[in-house]
């Protein structure tokens, strides 16, 4: 019994991997804004990890950034999934297109704030 709970343990894994693989593909294939803040990344992410004096500085810089890149992974699977059921124009539509937009926009501003703190204070 334990082996094929192993098994299906390691199939899930698998599968999840994939599937998140393919999500990763999709945003960076149809979002250019996405493609822009991972370039971003590239270079934020390691830049951070040196500057950082402390190991919690370095996490904030770095995973601050990568905040980012998750708020916009899911700005744009609510504007996926509001564009495939919302043909036609509705004000919750929008709303909601205009709420992950205010989520991404926020999430810069936080790391403006962190990093400015961090490295100007």
């Given at each position: 019994?334990?082996k094929n709970t192993s098994n299906l343990f390691k ?111």
């Open positions: 019994m334990a199939r899930r894994i698998v599968n999840t991997l994939g599937f998140s693989i393919q999500g990763l593909r999709a945003t960076w294939k149809e979002e250019e804004a996405f493609r822009v803040e991972l370039v971003l990344a590239i270079f934020l992410v390691p830049l951070g990890l040196f500057l950082g004096e402390s190991g919690v500085e370095r996490v904030l810089l770095a995973g601050i950034v990568i905040l980012v890149l998750i708020v916009e992974i899911l700005n744009s699977a609510i504007e996926t999934v509001v564009d495939r059921f919302g043909g036609e124009q509705h004000e919750l539509s929008g709303r909601a297109k205009d709420q992950g937009s205010a989520a991404v926009l926020l999430s810069l501003l936080l790391v403006l704030l962190v990093w400015g703190v961090l490295l100007l204070f």
